[in-house]
């Protein structure tokens, strides 16, 4: 089945750097990559997703870029703010797109 | 809409006692899954629904059932808590195919 490995599992930056957060995917099945912010305390919710006929995808400061040939897809946050200090889970859906299968989850840290 | 609804927010359990948690959506939503949440480990899939009268196992199913008997509602039921069950449990619903919707999480301690 599908396995999804996240790296680093904890990242600090300042603030205004940027962060990137990376994935790896086993199933090469897999169509639909998204990205879940989860903040302490409360349930993830979705900032960006990539599907696989995409290489890169940006929304404001957030982009994510897709690699299939190497099964890899990553997370990149500009100018970051305290309000980005968050556990980030990245996710795959496998064959048939019916399981999503998450990565481990890098916390973020923001230092103002 | 209410969207995704888990009860109960809370419970404590004693090992071997049985308990269901319940996950309700409105908003017709074909799939449905149960997750459980331990630290370093994500999110983990416990069962999932493709539609009314259809489960599968995740990559942790070992320990819990599941039914889905309306496109609403899809219970989780503990039948002989143990301490490894210990987590927090969010239920997560979508279309077929994108975004995945949670609930508020339920946190479950077995005793």
């Known amino acids: 089945g599908e396995n999804v490995e996240q790296h680093p599992s904890t990242l600090s930056v300042q603030e205004g750097d940027s962060a990137v957060i990376k994935c790896t995917y086993s199933?090469?099945?897999?169509?639909?990559f998204p990205w879940y912010k989860q903040e302490l305390g409360k349930r993830p919710q979705l900032i960006i997703d990539?599907?696989?006929?995409?290489g890169e995808k940006k929304d404001q400061r957030i982009a994510v870029t897709l690699n299939k040939t190497a099964k890899h897809f990553s997370l990149h946050i500009t100018e970051t703010q305290p309000e980005d200090s968050a556990v980030y889970f990245c996710?795959?859906?496998?064959?048939?797109?019916?399981?999503?299968?998450f990565g481990a989850g890098t916390r973020l840290f923001v230092k103002a | 809409n209410a969207g995704v609804t888990q009860t109960p927010k809370f419970q404590v359990l004693k090992t071997g006692q049985s308990m269901t948690l319940q996950c309700a959506q409105d908003?017709?939503?074909?799939?449905m899954s149960w997750y459980r949440q331990d630290p370093g480990m994500g999110l983990r899939l416990i069962h999932y629904?493709?539609?009314?009268?259809?489960?599968d196992q995740g990559e942790v199913p070992n320990g819990y059932n599941v039914s889905r008997s309306t496109t609403e509602d899809f219970p989780l039921r503990l039948l002989s808590a143990a301490p490894s069950q210990t987590s927090v449990y969010f239920c997560?619903?979508?279309?077929?195919?994108?975004?995945?919707?949670f609930g508020e999480g339920s946190r479950l301690t077995v005793l």
């Open positions: 997560a619903s979508r279309y077929s195919t994108g975004e995945l919707f």
């Open positions: 199933d090469s099945a897999s169509n639909y």
């Open positions: 990539i599907r696989s006929n995409v």
């Open positions: 996710a795959a859906s496998g064959t048939g797109g019916f399981k999503t299968i």
């Open positions: 908003m017709n939503h074909e799939y």
């Open positions: 629904s493709v539609g009314a009268g259809i489960t």
